[in-house]
């Protein structure tokens, strides 16, 4: 990811990185029941040990704290010093919590064959050579432990009312991703991204997520509006303008949003 990637340890250091915090926050609220069910499906319970890849500002590794118990143990991994501090605040006061400032595609001190499960969540998207963090995760997976990935596919998203420019928008978005070094359609590759790494018994589902039952600004927050900072900066204003008529839109009563999200659980 180059450095002027708004999830770049470069960037997200200033004030303005509290939105996006805020953000995360509201996703892995909103997510995190249908979330929770697939991670105790693959054998989250109490007494797991899991790894939290790319952890964030540790919302979710807070979740899995509470689902593994005094017994069990979660360690967030987050590159990203501000929100390295973020989580480690955070989760504070469970035991069974670590957070560790690493780099998820070279887990240095972390031994191997040690965890229960590992996650992935929302983090390959943005990783330029996303095949170095699942053999990373294998490596520190105990010999029949489980891989859960969790990311977008922006061929899932859809809106109603459609916005005319909306196609181009996402078109753009997606270049500026992978500039940064990273991809915003990698949801439908990570089955095949599994099997290269040497991962067996791979399962893959899709999630919708909607604004059925959240309104319909909360859902384009969570969605839609960051991906602005994605765009090449001659193209920001255009993008602003886009997202502004779409939120005025959406109040109306006929809006519906719906987003799609990859999820894939393999075996080391």
């Known amino acids: 990811m180059s450095d002027s990637s708004p999830y770049s340890s470069q960037q997200f250091h200033s004030d303005e990185a509290e939105n996006e915090i805020s953000r995360l926050e509201n996703q892995a609220r909103v997510r995190w029941p249908q979330e929770v069910v697939i991670l105790r499906n693959a054998g989250l319970k109490s007494g797991t040990s899991i790894a939290d890849i790319g952890c964030g500002p540790g919302f979710i590794t807070e979740f899995l704290a509470k689902e593994v118990d005094a017994s069990g143990l979660v360690v967030g991994i987050e590159k990203n010093e501000k929100l390295f501090n973020v989580a480690k605040t955070r989760n504070a006061k469970y035991n069974q919590v670590r957070i560790v400032n690493n780099d998820a595609c070279l887990l240095t001190g972390m031994e191997n064959d040690v965890f229960d ?86 399962n893959t589902s899709v999630y919708t997520f909607t604004s059925k039952n959240i309104s319909s600004h909360e859902f384009l927050d969570i969605t839609t509006k960051f991906k602005i900072d994605l765009l090449d900066a001659s193209l920001k204003e255009w993008g602003a303008s886009i997202i502004n008529d779409i939120y005025r839109k959406s109040e109306d009563v006929s809006f519906f949003g719906s987003a799609g999200v990859y999820c894939v659980v393999a075996e080391k």
């Open 117 to 202: 499960l590992a996650y992935a969540r929302f983090i390959l998207q943005h990783l330029p050579d996303p095949n170095k963090m699942l053999i990373e995760a294998k490596r520190i997976l105990k010999p029949g432990g489980k891989l859960i990935v969790m990311d977008s596919d922006d061929s899932l998203f859809h809106i109603t009312p459609y916005h005319k420019e909306m196609v181009e928008f996402l078109s753009e978005v997606s270049k500026g991703q992978i500039k940064y070094g990273g991809d915003r359609n990698i949801g439908h590759k990570i089955p095949c991204m599994l099997h290269d790494a040497g991962y067996i018994n791979i």
